[in-house]
């Protein structure tokens, strides 16, 4: 930059390209693994998911979400685990009509008591249901903020009635308004969890575990395969037998997508594609980068001449150059990073896989010390593949031919 | 002991296809506090010989000693540290960093040595600075000074470091004769009142006279 300003902007805008695209990947994935309220403790959420049983005789085979029987048998009472959650997977569009007359499309969550503990949600007003009301299914709601508004305008909502699919509920909770990234969370109006079920073994049900504070997920998994094992000797009688899928899963493997109920999810080949995409967005820049220093550097081999003269060791030619060029990628790196946090906050599409609602993160999501130190850690190995041969090639000139250079 | 030894000294440029011999078995002593100038027509091997002296080449065979070190044995490192302690140079094209300005040119060989820090480097930038009447330009880049001042700044950079040696190829080759004389009133202040030693090229008769020795080269060889 010293002696090439223009080329130390295309060098800078280049370099902010590069992080630019590596952050929106980055941060994609972190919106999709770090806790956020109302999922605080994403990093010890297991989920129990869906269940596998085949009939080997008959070549039977069926697949689907638990019922809460099923859930139980395998999830209940596990060593390690702090409180357990039964609640339905997912959401379910239903209509509601409250006093102001009008039908809206709400999302439905239907969960037990302990829902409200294992999540972290903002109680507005009013007060959640309880293991009592649940266990008697109990038409009462805890609504969402803006749910609220729009069934009842401006009235005051807690023990209002409002109607869901022909069922009239009452509104005993206003809780703040969920942002559908936090999928096992997410809901607009929640009510307490049916624990019949259509069938013995399947259902609609996910267990949600919180694990306790520093057990290792090992250890809980080794007592669900156990459950399985025990589950089996149960299903024998019938000629079936469940097909273990590597439950119960964690939040990156749930990130990382759990195809369907007769798969095992493979959280390993998310992240090698992710490393790919990181090292294709980083290695190509790099090379342009490192050619834009090269020519640069040859404008300045009679400075690097006079410096080896004036007894500028080879070690500090390269650390000059490599800190120079840094500083050179950490401004791009900066404006980069602000365009991706922009980006990620206005073009929603990117998250359009989280059910139909076009979501995007909030700022509080994206602006972590994580953001950052990966950013930063980016830029760094930019840097430094970028550099490094420009850098070494420097320091090698014969100090005579560098001053006779023209 | 001489402050400079050179023994047997050859040097041999081999390309693809010819070998020049640029310096054949020179042996050259200068003691301490001389001030010598070495002279012979284009292409006798003068700069290849200075540059062997400044630790900035290597010679094929024979040995470099400086201020009693056999230099012949120095690994780059420590040459380097050794030319930043000991050696001062001046160039013909002066060879000022274009993008810095004058006190910060100056400053070069300083923030190459360790345990020296700013508030030090400073009081000694402004210190030669003032002897070479440059400290009203020490904002100014090298673009903005004529070839005198240009070349009283390189001066400045070279014994900024307080180096006991100072080479100087051909140091008034690119200035007019007033210039050329300043420049060299300047090197002989330094060398009588610093006892600084001096190795200077030059092709100006009258001003290798006015030092206390030549050496005539002809051919990569000492001929007097
Ligand atoms: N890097 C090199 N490769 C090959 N030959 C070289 C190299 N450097 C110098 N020479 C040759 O070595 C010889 C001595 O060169 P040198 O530059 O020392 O001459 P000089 O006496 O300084 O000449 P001038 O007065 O023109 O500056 C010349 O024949 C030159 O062509
Ligand atoms: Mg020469």
Redesign the interface.
């Known amino acids: 930059m010293?002696?090439q300003p223009v080329i130390g902007w295309v060098t800078i805008i280049g370099t902010a390209l590069s992080i630019f695209l590596i952050m929106v990947v980055v941060m994609m994935q972190q919106v999709s693994i770090l806790s956020f309220a109302p999922e605080t403790h994403r990093d010890r959420m297991l989920y129990g998911m869906f269940i596998h049983i085949v009939q080997p005789e008959n070549g039977g085979d069926s697949s689907s979400g638990m019922s809460y029987q099923t859930a139980k048998k395998l999830y209940d009472g596990l060593d390690g685990v702090e409180d357990i959650s039964y609640n339905n997977n997912g959401v379910i569009p239903c209509d509601a009509r409250g006093t102001t007359d009008r039908v809206i499309s709400v999302d439905l969550h239907s969960t037990d008591e302990a829902f409200w503990r294992i999540y972290d949600f903002d109680l507005i007003e009013g007060r959640f249901y309880d293991a009592a009301e649940v266990g008697a299914g109990s038409n009462l709601a805890v609504i969402c903020e803006s749910t609220a508004a729009a069934l009842f305008g401006g009235e005051h909502p807690v023990g209002q009635h409002f109607m869901l699919d022909h069922n009239d509920f009452e509104v005993i909770g206003i809780v703040g308004d969920v942002s559908p990234l936090a999928s096992k969370a997410y809901g607009q109006v929640f009510i307490p969890i049916s624990l019949e079920s259509w069938d013995p073994e399947f259902g609609n049900v996910i267990a949600s575990m919180l694990v306790k504070d520093g057990v290792d997920f090992g250890h809980i998994s080794e007592q669900v395969r156990a459950r399985y094992a025990e589950f089996d000797s149960e299903l024998a009688a019938d000629g079936k037998e469940t097909v273990y899928h590597g439950s119960p899963y964690d939040q990156e493997t749930i990130a990382g997508g759990v195809d369907g109920s007769n798969t095992t999810p493979d959280p390993e080949s998310g992240r090698r594609m992710r490393m790919i995409i990181y090292i294709i967005l980083l290695i190509v820049p790099a090379i342009n980068l490192s050619s834009m220093l090269h020519s640069r550097l040859r404008h300045r081999v009679?400075?690097i001449?006079?410096?080896?003269?004036?007894?500028?060791?080879?070690?500090?030619i390269i650390s000059d150059i490599i800190s120079e060029s840094l500083i050179v990628t950490v401004a791009g790196g900066l404006i980069g990073l602000v365009a991706a946090i922009v980006f990620a906050m206005c073009y929603s599409g990117l998250y359009s896989d989280f059910g139909d609602a076009a979501v995007s993160p909030s700022l509080s999501m994206l602006l972590r010390p994580q953001t950052f130190a990966y950013a930063l850690v980016a830029c760094f190995i930019l840097n430094i593949i970028s550099a490094a041969v420009p850098a070494w090639q420097a320091s090698r000139l014969?100090?005579?031919e560098a001053?006779n250079a023209r | 002991m001489a402050l400079i030894e050179l023994n047997g000294i050859e040097k041999v440029y081999r390309t693809k296809e010819i070998e020049t011999t640029a310096l054949e078995n020179v042996n050259l002593k200068v003691e301490k506090g001389e001030f010598v100038s070495i002279m012979g027509p284009s292409g006798c091997g003068k700069s290849t010989l200075l540059n062997i002296i400044g630790l900035l080449d290597k010679p094929t065979l024979g040995t470099v000693s400086l201020i009693g070190t056999d230099c012949s044995k120095l690994g780059d490192t420590a040459m380097s540290h050794f030319r930043n302690a000991n050696i001062g140079f001046v160039f013909q094209s002066f060879h000022l960093i274009p993008s810095l300005n004058v006190a910060a040119n100056v400053e070069l060989p300083l923030t190459y040595r360790s345990g020296i820090g700013a508030a030090e480097r400073r009081k000694r930038v402004d210190e030669v600075l003032e002897r070479l009447g440059m400290t009203h330009r020490r904002r100014h880049l090298p673009s903005q000074l004529s070839g005198g001042q240009c070349q009283r700044v390189a001066i400045a950079r070279a014994i900024v470091g307080r180096p006991s040696i100072v080479l100087a190829d051909e140091p008034t080759g690119n200035l007019d004769s007033s210039m050329g004389d300043e420049v060299m009133q300047l090197l002989h202040d330094l060398n009588r009142q610093d006892g600084i030693t001096i190795v200077m090229v030059t092709h100006n008769e009258a001003q290798a006279r006015q030092t206390d020795r030549i050496v005539r080269f002809f051919d990569g060889r000492i001929i007097s």
């Open positions: 010293r002696t009679n400075e001449g006079v410096e080896r003269a004036f007894g500028c060791t080879r070690r500090r014969n100090p005579v001053l």
